[in-house]
């Protein structure tokens, strides 16, 4: 198994960005962990400031963390 696949904190803020960037709510973080939703709302800080700046489709491409 690859490491990158066991980081649960690099994927839990990879969600948070995904979500983010399309505009959904931070009320729909999935974890209870307080850890985690750290993670997570940090990823969707993120994307809702890419979303804001116009950094969405091709234009965002370079900013996902998919891709990095």
């Known amino acids: 198994m690859k ?5 649960r904190f690099q994927r839990a803020y990879v969600h948070g ?3 983010g960037v399309t505009g ?5 973080c999935p974890s209870l962990d307080v850890n985690l939703r750290e993670y ?5 800080r993120e994307g809702r ?3 804001w ?7 965002g491409i370079h ?3 998919m891709v990095m």
């Open 3 to 7: 490491r990158q696949k066991r980081d």
């Open 17 to 19: 960005y995904k979500a």
């Open 24 to 28: 959904r709510s931070r009320d729909d």
């Open 40 to 44: 997570w709302m940090s990823g969707w």
């Open 49 to 51: 400031g890419d979303q």
């Open 53 to 59: 700046d116009g950094m969405t489709g091709i234009s």
């Open 63 to 65: 900013k996902n963390p």
